[in-house]
C-alpha cells in the first residue's frame, strides 16, 4: 500500500512556470506506475500524464504534451510534474495516483486506487 501528498501548486501568470511533487510513503512506491490527474470545477478528473514504476516510460494527454514532464526518484519516493507555458485552461485541482495493483502501467482513472489530497493549480490570463 502507499499514501500519496501532493504539494507546490499556486497561482501563476500565462506563460509561467510550476513544479509539483509528490512524497509517497510505503515500502513499495518502486513498484508502483504513477499518475498525474487533474480536475477543474465542475469537471470529471482527467488524465495528464503517467511514469512506469522504474521511470523509464512516459505518457501524457494531448493538452500537455510537449509542456509537462513527469518524472520519478524512488530512492526519495518522489514523484514530480513539471508544467511550463501554463494556460488559464490548466486550471485545476492536480492530484497524483498510484494503481491498485503493482508493476501495472494503468490507464483508466478506474484503475487507480491510491491518490493524494490535491494540490490547486491557478492559472491568470
Known amino acids: 500500500q502507499v499514501q500519496l501528498a501532493e504539494s507546490g501548486g499556486g497561482l501563476v501568470q500565462a506563460g509561467g512556470s510550476l513544479r509539483l511533487s509528490c512524497a509517497a510513503s510505503?515500502?513499495?512506491?518502486?513498484?508502483?506506475?504513477m499518475g498525474w490527474f487533474r480536475q477543474a470545477p465542475g469537471k470529471e478528473r482527467e488524465f495528464v500524464g503517467r511514469v512506469s514504476w522504474s521511470g523509464g516510460t512516459t505518457d501524457y494527454a494531448d493538452s500537455v504534451k510537449g509542456r509537462f514532464t513527469i518524472s520519478r526518484n524512488n530512492i526519495n519516493k518522489m514523484l514530480y510534474l513539471q508544467m511550463n507555458s501554463l494556460k488559464p485552461e490548466d486550471t485545476a485541482v492536480y492530484y497524483c495516483g498510484a494503481p491498485k495493483s503493482t508493476y501495472y502501467y494503468a490507464q483508466s482513472i478506474d484503475d487507480f486506487g491510491f491518490w493524494g489530497q490535491g494540490t490547486q493549480v491557478t492559472v491568470s490570463s
Open positions: 510505503g515500502r513499495t512506491f518502486s513498484s508502483y506506475a
